[in-house]
């Protein structure tokens, strides 16, 4: 007598065609293409206008009663707060592109079943889901990073090269936690919740606006154990051109916690579609 094979173990072992992974991610391209095109236009304020104000309202207006230059490394604060904000736009960007469209996928839209229910595994949607969320924080960080040199706030040609890389680390890492947590989350009002106390604290006490070594101790701990401070001093190597070997342990510590994210969106994924 035969066993028909479970729903789990037949989603699992889906064929996917020729290629593999990088074929099914390939696959999903129209449907990301369709969702840029229709989204792009909201965004432009969030990813490019509000980061150019900020730099302005807090790099020119705050600047200029801010003169304590070594306190902020032997740079002006202009030069000291565009990199910062560049991180942490790349960290919002991450969560508007991950926490509520990924939540939709399940709940409203249904996207990610009706992926599923082609020869996609929950892998490949996760896989899908997170390189689009990485080439809108890259085209982000791009945009910024011109706007940063219109400023004068870069020191080299190589060291807006490596910002655009770095913002992109920045965005990619902090996207697949926000996309595992999202796939996890069976509220909406968890999405909520992670900004408020997630997205805005980190952005507050990354040393994007101030140095943390201000802060009390104990503060200074929890700072440097946020990802979004690694980002911030990640960035602040390269738009100034002060690059040491701590900057590979910001880039370490960035490549852990995004593969720890895309693990956690693996098995939030697979957990909800049936497969692993």
Known sequence: MSTAPAISEV???RPRGDGGRWAAVRRQVPYYLTVLRRTWRGSIFS?????VIMLASFGLGLGSFVNDDAALGGVDYLDFIAPGILATSALTAAAGEALYPVYAMFTWTKMAYAMSSTPLGAVDVVNGVTAYVTFRVATATVA???????????ASVGGALLLVLAGTLVGAAHGAVFIGYAAWTGSDSALTLMFRLGVIPMTMFSGAFFPIDQLPEVVQVIAHVLPAWHGVELA??????TL???ALVHV????????????????????????Q
């Open 11 to 13: 989603l699992h072992d």
């Open 252 to 275: 370490a510590y960035l490549v852990v916690v995004g593969l720890a994210g895309w693990w956690w969106a693996r098995r939030a994924f697979g957990r909800r579609l049936g497969s």
């Open 244 to 246: 040491t070997p701590m």
């Open 47 to 51: 990813y490019a206008v509000l980061p």
């Open 236 to 241: 602040r190597m390269c738009s100034t051109d």
């Open 144 to 154: 910024l990073t011109i706007v940063l040199g219109l400023f004068g706030t870069l």
